[in-house]
C-alpha cells in the first residue's frame, strides 16, 4: 500500500502543473492537427446535413479546412499509419444497410427479402398465435396420399370438418403430362378455399425438366433440384392464400429401392427449402423418423406392442395400418392450430 501511495502522490503532485489555459491550449492544438489530416470530413458531413443554419456553418468552417488539408500529405501518411485498425476504410457504395432490400426477383445478384412470414412462433420463442376453426381440410398429392385421405377422413368424421379427398393418382411435380400442378393448386384453392392443405407426393418423381436456359435437366443434381423446388414453392405460395391457409407437406419416408431413395431424398431437400419463405404457414412433416429412422427402410414396426407391416409390397407407399397411424400423427399436428 505504501508504494501505491507514493505513486498517487506523485501523479496529484504532476496533474497541479497543468491549469485550464494549458487545457484550452491543447483541445485547440487538437482541433488544429485534425484539420490537418480530415479536413475534408467537415465538408462530407457538412454536405450530409439538411439545408439550415447548423449545415451553413459547417460548410464555412469545413470547406477552407478541407482546402488546407488538400494542400499537405498529411492526410495519407495518417491513413498509412492507422490503416491496420480500421481495415474496412475503403468500402464499396453500394450493398449498405441503408439501401433497403425491395420484395421480388430484381437483379440476379439480389438478395431475396425476409419476411416475418417465414418465422414460426416456436422457432423465435413466442406464444402460439389463437387457435382458428378448421372448417375445411383439403388432402391431395399422388397416390402417396391414398389411404391417408380415407383415414383422415374416418379420424374426422362427425368433427365439423369438411374433408376434400383430390389425389392424381400417376402425377408429379416434375411431369405435367397428367396434370399440371401449378394449375391445379390455384383451381383447387379456387374451388376449395381449405383452411388447411395436406400433401403427400413424390411416388412419380424423377423426370427431367427444363432449366432457365430451356435445356432438359436430368435428376438428380443441385440444378434439378432448384427447379423442383421452386415448383414446390410456387404451389405453397399459391395453397397458402396469402396466409390464411395452412399447409402440411409431408415428407417422402425412405424407399426401398437404392434408386427411387435416390430420388425422395432430393425430393425432400427440395421441399425444406421450398417452404422457408413461409415458417409460420408451411409445416414440412418429416415422416422418416416414425416410419424409417436413419433413412432406413423397413416393411414393419412396433405399434402398440405389436410387429405391424406399415408398408405395402411395392416399397413406395404406406399400407392401411401405417397410414392409419400417419392420421393419427397429422391429427395431433392439426390440433396445434386449430379447433375442431
Given amino acids: 500500500m ?6 498517487m502522490h506523485r501523479f496529484e503532485k ?7 489555459r494549458d487545457a484550452i491550449l491543447t483541445v485547440f492544438f487538437a482541433a488544429f492537427v485534425l484539420v490537418l489530416i480530415q479536413g475534408n470530413s467537415m465538408t462530407r458531413a457538412g454536405e450530409r446535413l439538411k439545408p439550415g443554419l447548423q449545415r451553413d456553418v459547417v460548410l464555412a468552417v469545413g470547406k477552407p479546412a478541407g482546402w488546407i488539408a488538400d494542400q499537405l500529405p498529411l492526410h495519407t501518411v495518417a491513413h498509412d499509419l492507422t490503416a491496420g485498425l480500421s481495415p474496412d476504410t475503403q468500402l464499396s457504395k453500394e450493398g449498405g444497410f441503408d439501401t433497403p432490400l425491395q420484395a421480388g426477383a430484381g437483379a440476379a445478384n439480389q438478395v431475396p427479402l425476409v419476411t416475418p412470414d417465414a418465422f ?5 420463442g413466442a406464444k402460439p398465435g389463437p387457435k382458428v376453426p378448421l372448417k375445411t381440410l383439403l388432402i391431395t ?16 368424421a362427425g368433427g365439423g370438418v369438411k374433408v376434400v379427398r ?68 410456387q404451389m405453397m ?5 396469402g396466409g390464411r391457409t395452412h399447409i402440411y407437406w409431408l415428407k417422402i419416408p425412405a424407399q426401398r429401392k437404392p434408386g427411387r431413395q435416390a430420388i425422395a431424398r432430393v425430393v425432400n431437400a427440395a421441399i425444406t427449402v421450398a417452404a422457408q419463405p413461409w415458417g409460420n404457414q408451411v409445416t414440412v412433416f418429416d415422416t422418416n423418423p416414425t416410419f424409417t429412422p436413419g433413412g432406413k427402410y423397413r416393411d414393419a ?14 416399397g413406395i407407399h404406406l399400407n392401411e395400418a401405417g397410414s392409419a397411424l400417419l392420421a393419427k400423427l397429422m391429427v395431433a399436428e392439426l390440433r396445434t392450430g386449430f379447433d375442431f
Wanted: charged content about 25%; overall charge neutral; glycine content about 10%.
Fill in 2 to 7: 505504501a508504494d501505491d501511495d507514493a505513486l
Fill in 14 to 20: 504532476n496533474a497541479r502543473r497543468f491549469n485550464a
Fill in 120 to 124: 414460426a412462433p416456436a422457432t423465435i
Fill in 141 to 156: 398429392g399422388d397416390s402417396l396420399s391414398q389411404p391417408l385421405d380415407t383415414e383422415l377422413g374416418r379420424a374426422l
Fill in 166 to 233: 383430390d389425389a392424381k393418382l400417376g402425377s408429379g411435380i416434375s411431369k405435367t403430362d397428367i396434370v399440371d400442378w401449378g394449375r391445379l393448386a390455384v383451381t383447387q384453392t379456387k374451388n376449395d378455399q381449405p383452411d388447411a392443405v395436406i400433401m403427400f407426393m413424390g411416388a412419380n418423381e424423377g423426370f427431367p425438366m427444363k432449366g432457365t436456359n430451356g435445356k432438359d435437366m436430368p435428376c438428380c443434381s443441385a440444378a434439378w433440384a432448384s427447379i423442383y423446388a421452386n415448383r414446390a414453392r
Fill in 237 to 241: 405460395n399459391t395453397y397458402r392464400r
Fill in 301 to 314: 414396426m412396433d405399434i402398440g406392442g405389436k410387429e405391424t407391416i406399415v408398408r405395402k409390397s411395392d
